[in-house]
C-alpha cells in the first residue's frame, strides 16, 4: 500500500558517476563492503550494495548547513538556535551540537561550564537536564522535551538525538529518532577488481633491524575493490507524522520540515563526493516525491526556513549560540568522589 504524503516525503533519485562508471562505496571494519541479495517477484535475485549508510548520510546532510572554515552555520541555518563549545583556556572553537555526532548528548557539551543563574556557571548535562524537565520518580514528557530540543537546537529533532548515558546523569534516557533519514544502494552490483603498487625508489631491500613495510619502507604491491551497478538511487524519507507529534504547531513544524528539505536540495545541488573514488550526481534534474510533486529550490526553502523562523521566535528565543567553555579533566586520586557519592549529586540537582 503506498504511503500517503501526509505521512512521509518519500524521494528516490537516481545517480550516477561524474567520470567514468566505477565507484567505492562504505566499508565497515568487521564485513567490508555490505552486499546482500534481494528478491525478485519471478524468485530470482539481485545483487544490492550499500554504497553510503544512514548515519553517513545523515552527517551529510548536517554537514550542508555548516561552514567548516569559518566553524559557523551557513544560513539560514544559523537563523536557530545551536550549541557552541569553546576552549576555556583560550575560547577558541572546539566543537558543537552541529557538528557532534551526539549532537546534545556529546560528552564535550555535557562536560562544558555554561553561564548559569545569577552569573554562576553550570555543568552542560545539568543545564540540559533542566530544560528537558529530566528528573526521577518522573515520566518522561515528550512534548515538553521536544520544545526544549526546539529552544536548544531544532535539528536535534530532525536528525535525532540520544540521551544514552545512565539513568542517573539522564533521568528518562529520553530519545528522539530521526525524522529525516537516507540511504545510498547500488542494485545489479558488480565487483570491479584492480590494484597498484606502491613502489620504494631508494630502499630496494629491507634487512631485518632497518625499518620494514609497516615504518613505510619497500615497495608494496596493493589490491583494490571497486563496484558498478545497473543502478544507484540515493533514497531520502522525511516522517511527517513524527514532525507533527512534537506538538509545536504550524511554524514550528513547517519550519522543520523545511530545514530537513533543504538540507535534501543542498546535498544534491552540490553533488555527492562521498569518497575519493566515489564522486555521484543526479541524472534528472527534477526531484519528485511519490505523488509526482517536485523537490522546492534551494531559494525557496531558505525562504520558508527564515519565514517559519521570524514566526515562530518566541518559541526559538534570538538564535544566537548558547556558548560553553570546556576544559581537559584532570582527576586525582585525592579529588575524587566515589562513583555513587559523585553520580547521587548529579542526580540531586
Known amino acids: 500500500m503506498p504511503i500517503s504524503v501526509e505521512h512521509r516525503l518519500l524521494y528516490e533519485v537516481p545517480l550516477g558517476p561524474v567520470q567514468g562508471g566505477r565507484f567505492q562505496p562504505t566499508g565497515f571494519p568487521d564485513i567490508g563492503h555490505a552486499v546482500f541479495e534481494r528478491p525478485l517477484p519471478d524468485g530470482g535475485s539481485e545483487t544490492v550494495l550499500l554504497v553510503e549508510s544512514a548515519q553517513s548520510m545523515a552527517n551529510r546532510l548536517e554537514a550542508t548547513g555548516w561552514d567548516e572554515p569559518a566553524q559557523r552555520p551557513l544560513e539560514p541555518f544559523g537563523e536557530l538556535p545551536w550549541v557552541e563549545v ?24 555535557k562536560d562544558a561550564l555554561f553561564d548559569g543563574d545569577e552569573g554562576k556557571p553550570i555543568e552542560g548535562k545539568k543545564l540540559v537536564r533542566r530544560r528537558l524537565g529530566l528528573q526521577d520518580d518522573r515520566p518522561i514528557a515528550p512534548r515538553a522535551i521536544a520544545s526544549a530540543l526546539l529552544e536548544l537546537d531544532p535539528l536535534c529533532l530532525v536528525h535525532g538525538v540520544f540521551f544514552a548515558e545512565g539513568a542517573k546523569v539522564w533521568p528518562g534516557q529520553p530519545k528522539v ?4 533519514s537516507a540511504f545510498v544502494e547500488a542494485t545489479g552490483a558488480r565487483r570491479a577488481e584492480s590494484g597498484g603498487v606502491k613502489k620504494d625508489h631508494v630502499r630496494h631491500s629491507l634487512s631485518e633491524g632497518e625499518g620494514g613495510t609497516s615504518e613505510g619502507y619497500g615497495t608494496v604491491p596493493f589490491h583494490r575493490t571497486e563496484w558498478t551497478a545497473r543502478q544507484v538511487t540515493a533514497y531520502f524519507c522525511l516522517d511527517r507524522d513524527q514532525l507533527r507529534s512534537y506538538g509545536l504547531g504550524p511554524a514550528a513544524t513547517g519550519l522543520l520540515e523545511a530545514v530537513a528539505l533543504l538540507e535534501v536540495r543542498r546535498l544534491l545541488d552540490g553533488g555527492l563526493r562521498l569518497r575519493t573514488a566515489c564522486d ?29 523562523a521570524r514566526q515562530c521566535r518566541g518559541e526559538l528565543g534570538d538564535g544566537m549560540p548558547l556558548v560553553g567553555k570546556w576544559q581537559p579533566k584532570k582527576a586525582t586520586k585525592s579529588s575524587r568522589k566515589p562513583a555513587d557519592e559523585d553520580e547521587g549529586e548529579e542526580q540531586g540537582d
Do not use: K, Y
Not at 529518532?177 to 529525516?180: E, G, H, M, Q, V
Not at 534528472?284 to 525562504?303: I, M, N, Y
Open 86 to 109: 569553546v576552549s576555556a583556556a583560550d575560547g577558541s572553537f572546539l566543537t558543537s551540537s552541529r557538528t557532534e555526532a551526539h549532537r546534545l548528548a556529546s560528552a564535550f557539551i
Open 177 to 180: 529518532a530521526r525524522a529525516l
Open 280 to 308: 555521484l550526481a543526479p541524472l534528472d534534474g527534477a526531484v519528485l516525491d511519490q505523488s509526482g510533486a517536485a523537490l522546492p529550490e534551494a531559494a525557496e526553502l531558505t525562504e520558508r526556513v527564515l519565514q517559519a
